[in-house]
C-alpha cells in the first residue's frame, strides 16, 4: 500500500520506543487504537446516529459504549464489550 518493508517497520517502531518510552508508548497505542475505532464507528454509524444510537427492539444498554443491543447478544456489536449474564 505505501511501500513500507519489515525493515521499515522495525525503524519506525524504534522511532516510536524513542520518542513515547517504553511506560508510555502502550497508552500511546491503545490512545491510536480508540482513535481508529471511533473513526470507523463515526464512519460506519450513520444509521445508528438517525435512530439515536438505539437499536430497535434493544432490550438493553451496553455498559460500555451506553448503546442498544439486542436481547440475545452476548457481546456488544459496536464496542465488543462482553454484556453482562451472557455466555458466548
Same mark, same amino acid.
Given at each position: 500500500?505505501?511501500? &513500507?518493508? @519489515?525493515?521499515? &517497520? ?5 522511532? =516510536? !520506543? &524513542?520518542? @513515547?518510552?517504553?511506560? #508510555? !508508548?502502550?497508552? =500511546?497505542? /491503545?490512545?491510536? +487504537?480508540?482513535?481508529? #475505532? ?7 454509524? /450513520? ?6 444510537? /438505539? ?6 444498554? $451496553?455498559? +460500555? $459504549?451506553? /448503546?442498544?443491543?439486542?436481547?440475545? =447478544?452476548? @457481546?456488544?456489536?459496536? $464496542?465488543?464489550?462482553? &454484556? ?5
Amino acid at each position: 500500500m505505501f511501500g &513500507l518493508g @519489515f525493515p521499515e &517497520l522495525i525503524v519506525i517502531c524504534v522511532i =516510536a !520506543l &524513542l520518542v @513515547f518510552g517504553p511506560k #508510555r !508508548l502502550p497508552d =500511546a497505542g /491503545k490512545a491510536l +487504537g480508540q482513535a481508529i #475505532r471511533g473513526f470507523k464507528s463515526s464512519v460506519d454509524g /450513520k444509521e445508528e446516529e438517525q435512530a439515536g444510537g /438505539k437499536i430497535p427492539g434493544a432490550a438493553a444498554t $451496553c455498559a +460500555g $459504549c451506553g /448503546k442498544g443491543v439486542e436481547a440475545d =447478544a452476548a @457481546f456488544c456489536p459496536s $464496542c465488543g464489550h462482553a &454484556l453482562k449474564g451472557k455466555s458466548a
